[in-house]
């Protein structure tokens, strides 16, 4: 999926494979559809991304929103992680109302 | 078990004595830390802890040293291996700080190894405060430690690694691995095999630090309630609620 603005001097290209949106003047530009999501650790490898926009429909669950991401990387699906939105983890079935900051953390089990 | 803060006077502490409050030096000396994994975690975090102050320790480890083991396992040298890494880290932390009282213990942690060797708890000897140091090497083991914790009123100092990552949070009494990793904690994964010396290093000084702090103040750590992610290879810290 990608989005192309017609304007002839303003707003570059876009797409959703990790690429931010950008304005003429380097700053990102918001876009209400997409939500921001990052990976860590081995999550990172598995999506080619440490963080991406995309398109997420609310509300959702946790549940499905994992399911979601897995849509967007087949390589997530059994994978063990947490989803956190703004910076807090969310159990599974927790519903999401709005759009924010979605992380996915494995936990590292090694000592 | 208390013990007179003066043992804090010594020169050797001089470095740090003024930057610990009298409350947080007589906690350092009056707790009993209770040490589960001796590997890359348990060195790092316990050569540095030891050179704090004269603490008390158990260790509780039932491996022996490993020739992969070396490149993070810092207590220990290539003459070590084959010997079992509780009685070693004794031996070790010793070296640097003779006045610790240290045992090791060649066997897991758990509620029943750790009821066989204490009974009765509390015991009237028993030091003051217990603290939990997570150093394991798998959930499905540190499922084990929380009985124990429980049963001592004492939190848990957790750090995980693997790979190019890491992470530590502080359990404190009331909440469980459950809460910061999930209701099916105990079943992630077993960590991958690779791992870089300067994974655990951070990780370890991250417990550390937050030793220190719950020392300072038992009900409040920067890390109760807060994951911190370490990216090794990006260099970039990340901090998320779990409580």
Known sequence: MSYVCLTDDDIALISCGGTDFIDNRGAPLQDERMTRVKYFGPLMELTGTDEEQLEIAFPITVAKLRVTLEHYHPALAGESFRIAVDAVMRDSDTTLSAAGEIACLPAFAGG | ?243
């Not at chain 2, 630090?209 to 300072?216: H, K, V, Y």
Request: proline residues 8%.
């Open chain 2, 1 to 243: 078990m208390s013990r007179p803060t003066d043992a804090l006077r010594e020169e050797r502490y001089r470095r740090h004595y003024e930057l610990l409050s009298q409350d947080a030096r007589q906690r350092l000396l009056s707790t009993r830390f209770i040490v589960a994994g001796a590997g890359g975690l348990g060195c790092n975090l316990l050569a540095l802890l030891v050179r704090v102050a004269p603490v008390q320790l158990e260790i509780w480890d039932p491996a022996v040293l490993d020739a992969p083991d070396l490149n993070r396992q810092v207590l220990y040298t290539p003459q070590d291996l084959g010997q079992p890494k509780a009685r070693l880290a004794v031996e070790r932390l010793r070296a640097i700080n003779p006045a610790i009282q240290a045992v090791g213990h060649v066997q897991s942690l758990n509620a029943s190894s750790f009821s066989e060797l204490h009974p009765t708890l509390p015991q009237p000897t028993s030091p003051a405060h217990s603290a939990v140091l997570d150093c394991l090497d798998s959930f499905n083991a540190r499922a084990g430690l929380e009985p124990i914790a429980h049963k001592l009123g004492a939190p848990i100092f957790h750090g995980g690694v693997e790979l190019w990552y890491g992470q530590a949070t502080t359990l404190l009494p009331g909440s469980s691995y459950a809460d910061a990793f999930g209701a099916d904690f105990a079943g992630k994964p077993p960590a991958a095999k690779p791992i870089l010396p300067h994974i655990p290093a951070v990780i370890a000084s991250l417990q550390l630090a937050e030793i220190l702090a719950w020392c300072e103040n038992a009900d409040s750590t920067p890390l109760a309630g807060v994951l911190c992610v370490f990216d090794g290879r990006r260099h970039r810290f990340d901090q998320l609620r779990w409580d």
